[in-house]
């Protein structure tokens, strides 16, 4: 973790945006774990204890797990493809499946701005969290990531 990061940290978090602007904070594109924890870890509460709770169900799920940080969220995959998204907002934190119109039953949230495909859940709190059901979706989402245009 960074400097910047842990003071951020301590100071209760990075700033988090209000709507959907294609970034969810400032945190900087990187690939692997230690980039998702960083951002996991800067964010307030109920937002990381939401976000450490989605993170640690992937790990449990997914058994090759890919993170990454892109559009200022935690990108999660498997096989080189992305699969779902996290990322913290004011008031809620977004769980997004890329190809979430393919997932059984479809998430019911259609985020603006990321995708006519996506699909997701807003949670406002761990309780939320349906842990069965959102398991279910990530299976589901690794057997078919998404791969960027420059991957296929």
């Known amino acids: 973790m960074t400097i ?8 209760g978090g990075t700033k988090l945006l209000a709507a959907m602007t294609g ?7 990187a690939e692997g774990d230690g980039p998702v924890f960083a951002y996991i870890a800067s964010l ?12 640690a169900l992937a790990a449990r799920t997914l058994p090759e797990l890919q993170r990454a ?3 200022g969220m935690a990108y ?8 779902f998204s996290s990322g913290a907002f004011v008031g809620h934190q977004k769980l997004m499946f890329i190809r979430g119109t393919e997932l059984q039953p479809e ?5 603006i701005g990321m995708g006519k495909a996506t699909r997701g859940v807003e949670l406002t709190c761990e309780e ?3 842990e069965q059901q959102v398991a279910l ?13 420059k991957k296929r």
């Open 4 to 11: 910047k990061q842990k003071k951020q940290a301590a100071e």
């Open 44 to 55: 307030p509460q109920p937002q990381r204890g939401i976000a450490e709770q989605v993170d």
């Open 23 to 29: 970034r969810a904070s400032g945190a900087k594109t």
């Open 76 to 83: 999660y995959g498997t096989g080189g493809g992305w699969c």
């Open 137 to 149: 979706w990530m299976k589901q989402a690794a057997e078919n990531p998404f791969f960027g245009a």
């Open 128 to 130: 939320e969290l349906d």
């Open 69 to 71: 940080v892109k559009w």
């Open 107 to 111: 998430p019911p949230v259609a985020p």
